[in-house]
């Protein structure tokens, strides 16, 4: 049994509600996952890959659902291949790349709203998946930037942080103006 097993259903899912920046929440460091937390995390899986998929983004970490624990889901896949899952547990960049690129990011805690960000070309990442197995993996490209961006979300840092004060400011005005209109 996969531990991504239940994706094949994933479309008929109800989606775990994602919280909208200024939440709190999204402003607090996770605590680490511990052994006694998996089987609540694989319960909250299915939900969390729905929301995710359904939105649709290629990143999801547990604070931007109310969770202030330290996991993420990632699938940064074409929309017509086939799905490649990833969960991180604990995850933590062992090494990071000297050279830096700049891509443009949007976080589904602030929908609509896109800046580009400077962040290491590619990195290492090790991580726990549901069977506690420890992993490493390289990533480079879009999977490196999202899967920074995701374990950003687990100290309580949004992409809008890596802006100029100006930048960051003017989007949350925006994303305040939007909800305030009832976008989403």
Do not use: W
């Not at 109800?14 to 607090?28: G, H, K, S």
């Amino acid at each position: 049994m996969s531990e991504f097993d239940f994706l094949s259903g994933i479309d008929d899912v109800p989606p775990t509600p994602i919280l909208i920046a200024p939440q709190p929440v999204l402003r607090e460091v996770a605590r680490e996952v511990r052994p006694e937390d998996i089987a609540f995390i694989r319960d909250q899986l299915p939900g969390m890959f729905s929301a995710m998929y359904k939105a649709p983004g290629i990143g999801l970490a547990a604070p931007q659902v109310g969770l202030g624990m330290r996991f993420a889901l990632v699938d940064v896949a074409e929309e017509d291949a086939p799905r490649e899952p990833m969960l991180l547990i604990n995850p933590e960049i062992v090494t990071d790349s000297e050279q830096m690129a700049a891509r443009e990011e949007g976080c589904l805690s602030l929908p609509n709203q896109y800046a580009e960000v400077v962040r290491p070309e590619s990195i290492r990442v090790r991580y726990r998946n549901l069977a506690g197995e420890t992993i490493e993996r390289d990533a480079s490209g879009l999977l490196a930037t999202c899967i920074q961006h995701e374990m950003d979300h687990l100290n309580g840092i949004l992409f809008v942080d890596h802006l100029s004060t100006l930048k960051r400011n003017m989007i949350m005005r925006r994303l305040a103006k939007e909800q305030k209109l009832g976008r989403r």
